[in-house]
């Protein structure tokens, strides 16, 4: 685990998105303050937030099996099992992961995200997406890349409003990959009940915590120039690469799996 800065004090005052989002889990790493907002949202919030992480762990199998060996997951929130690298090492035992997260509970919890199968490594750095350079240096460590690399960003970039260019953060993180690397990406939309989508917007910020919902085209931006796989851009429920179809759900989160081309020939 990457060390030498000092560990942030967690703030029970005020409520967290990871920690609302391990609430919704069903998760008992949360604070009185998560638990009062996140009662205020929805009442599918919950099943919402189960669909959203069930699509990570269908892509996630889905790269290991074709060969992804190296994951950096960006905003991981609280562990809860399965986590990313039990998937991907339960196809390849071999695989390395990085997490990354800002919240300091994350960090309470790594030994939870770092015990790696025989063969495999992992790794977490307390960072903020925010500070992309900051996770790419420390990611480096452990991952290789000039070897493909799958990039995580599961339901986070919502959390950054337009006016901090979660667009160019993305972009500046995908453009370090290799070819043959993937960008997985869900985000939340208010394209399909606009009416909750108000409800939850206003009680994120209720919170403190602000919240950008998407429209598709808008979600579409965080793949220009990268190869959408099948079935591209689609609702969470609505993915998946092999074994038996999801049950389809109502569910209010985009998700997309992209490649990241080869350079064209000069």
Same mark, same amino acid.
């Given at each position: 685990m990457t060390t030498g800065t000092p560990v942030p004090q967690i703030d029970t005052s005020k409520p967290h998105p990871a920690r609302m989002y391990d609430f919704l889990l069903g998760g008992k790493d949360n604070y009185p303050v998560d638990r009062e907002v996140a009662r205020r949202l929805p009442a599918n919030s919950p099943i919402d937030a189960r669909l959203n992480r069930a699509f990570m762990h269908r892509a996630t199998a889905w790269l290991a099996e074709?060969?992804?060996?190296?994951?950096?997951?960006?905003?991981?929130?609280?562990?809860?099992?399965?986590?990313?690298?039990?998937?991907?090492?339960?196809?390849?035992?071999?695989?390395?992961?990085?997490? &990354? @997260?800002?919240?300091?509970?994350?960090? *309470?919890?790594? $030994? =939870?995200? /770092?015990?790696? %199968?025989?063969?495999?490594? &992992? @790794?977490?750095?307390?960072?903020?997406? *925010?500070?992309? $350079? =900051?996770? /790419?240096?420390? %990611?480096?460590?452990?991952?290789?890349?000039?070897?493909?690399?799958?990039?995580?960003?599961?339901?986070?970039?919502?959390?950054?409003?337009?006016?901090?260019?979660?667009?160019?953060?993305?972009?500046?993180l995908v453009d370090a990959l290799a070819p043959g690397s993937y960008l997985v990406l869900t985000q939340g939309t208010g394209d399909f009940h606009p009416e909750l989508a108000a409800a939850v917007s206003t009680t994120y910020r209720s919170g403190g915590i602000p919240l950008t919902l998407r429209s598709r085209d808008a979600v579409a931006r965080f793949f220009d120039g990268l190869d959408l796989v099948e079935p591209g851009l689609v609702r969470a429920t609505e993915w998946y690469r092999t074994g038996p179809a999801p049950e389809v759900a109502d569910s209010s989160f985009y998700v997309g799996v992209a490649r990241v081309p080869s350079a064209p020939a000069v």
């Amino acid at each position: 685990m990457t060390t030498g800065t000092p560990v942030p004090q967690i703030d029970t005052s005020k409520p967290h998105p990871a920690r609302m989002y391990d609430f919704l889990l069903g998760g008992k790493d949360n604070y009185p303050v998560d638990r009062e907002v996140a009662r205020r949202l929805p009442a599918n919030s919950p099943i919402d937030a189960r669909l959203n992480r069930a699509f990570m762990h269908r892509a996630t199998a889905w790269l290991a099996e074709t060969g992804i060996d190296q994951f950096l997951d960006i905003g991981t929130g609280i562990p809860t099992q399965p986590n990313l690298h039990q998937i991907a090492q339960g196809v390849n035992p071999a695989c390395r992961v990085v997490y &990354t @997260d800002n919240d300091p509970i994350v960090l *309470r919890h790594a $030994e =939870a995200l /770092l015990v790696s %199968a025989p063969g495999g490594a &992992t @790794d977490y750095v307390q960072a903020d997406v *925010r500070r992309p $350079e =900051a996770i /790419l240096e420390h %990611a480096r460590e452990l991952l290789d890349f000039d070897r493909p690399i799958a990039l995580s960003l599961i339901a986070l970039m919502h959390f950054i409003p337009d006016d901090q260019d979660p667009y160019g953060v993305t972009r500046l993180l995908v453009d370090a990959l290799a070819p043959g690397s993937y960008l997985v990406l869900t985000q939340g939309t208010g394209d399909f009940h606009p009416e909750l989508a108000a409800a939850v917007s206003t009680t994120y910020r209720s919170g403190g915590i602000p919240l950008t919902l998407r429209s598709r085209d808008a979600v579409a931006r965080f793949f220009d120039g990268l190869d959408l796989v099948e079935p591209g851009l689609v609702r969470a429920t609505e993915w998946y690469r092999t074994g038996p179809a999801p049950e389809v759900a109502d569910s209010s989160f985009y998700v997309g799996v992209a490649r990241v081309p080869s350079a064209p020939a000069v």
